[in-house]
T-cell receptor, first 119, second 114 residues
């Protein structure tokens, strides 16, 4: 089945120790997103890629970086995790505008998330 | 600015009773409206969407939602709730005004009691 896969599901790191979360997709979608979700709150968009074009949200801290080496993979790098970065990190994909014709209505396809704990 | 409001933090309903989870939106242009469900320690799952056409849309797991343009609402409904429907529900809006962003509501936790 086509899907969005996140690894690892659970990540424990120490304060200040860099961590990388990965996301892969078999949907061949143009757009990949990273969201941060804390304590069952609404997901907060950190950034997204439309193909290779990177789009950072204005309030995303510099501590968060992302890479998209190809269509299928996207990584979230947290350079120096703080206690406040403990959260669920969600990867999502969607078709970009202009692709998929009338079937493209922009719904998001999420992975199962990576829960980050910072000690 | 686009926004989504879910006025209830929590909804409690008895199994077998109908349920409604409320959502109102504010967006310029024609909205694309969505409902997503999240089970504990899982990602969000798409439930249903309104794009155009019939105001009543049907989705997964027996859920449906009614689009009301005059009230700018998109309430989620189910005729008969199941205990397994207990989860966190997010309403979301997307408008093609040049961006790729989906705006989520704060979420409503649904508890269905046996």
């Amino acid at each position: 089945d086509a899907m969005v896969i996140q690894n690892p599901r659970y990540q424990v790191t120490q304060f200040g120790k860099p961590v990388t979360l990965s996301c892969s997709q078999t949907l061949n979608h143009n757009v990949m997103y990273w969201y941060q979700q804390k304590s069952s709150q609404a997901p907060k968009l950190l950034f997204h890629y439309y193909d290779k074009d990177f789009n950072n949200e204005a309030d995303t801290p510099d501590n968060f970086q992302s890479r998209r080496p190809n269509t299928s993979f996207c990584f979230l790098d947290i350079r120096s995790p703080g206690l406040g970065d403990a959260a669920m990190y969600l990867c999502a994909t969607s078709r970009g505008p202009g692709t998929g014709g009338v079937s493209n209505t922009g719904e998001l396809f999420f992975g199962e998330g990576s829960r980050l704990t910072v000690l | 600015a686009q926004s989504v409001a879910q006025p209830e933090d929590q909804v409690n309903v008895a199994e077998g009773n109908p349920l409604t989870v409320k959502c109102t939106y504010s967006v310029s242009g024609n909205p694309y409206l969505f409902w997503y469900v999240q089970y504990p320690n899982r990602g969000l799952q798409f439930l249903l969407k309104y794009i155009t056409g019939d105001n009543l849309v049907k989705g997964s797991y027996g859920f449906e939602a009614e689009f009301n343009k005059s009230q700018t609402s998109f309430h989620l409904k189910k005729p008969s709730a199941l205990v397994s429907d207990s989860a966190l529900y997010f309403c979301a809006v997307r408008a093609y005004t040049g961006g790729f962003k989906t705006i989520f509501g704060a979420g409503t936790r649904l508890f269905v009691k046996a």
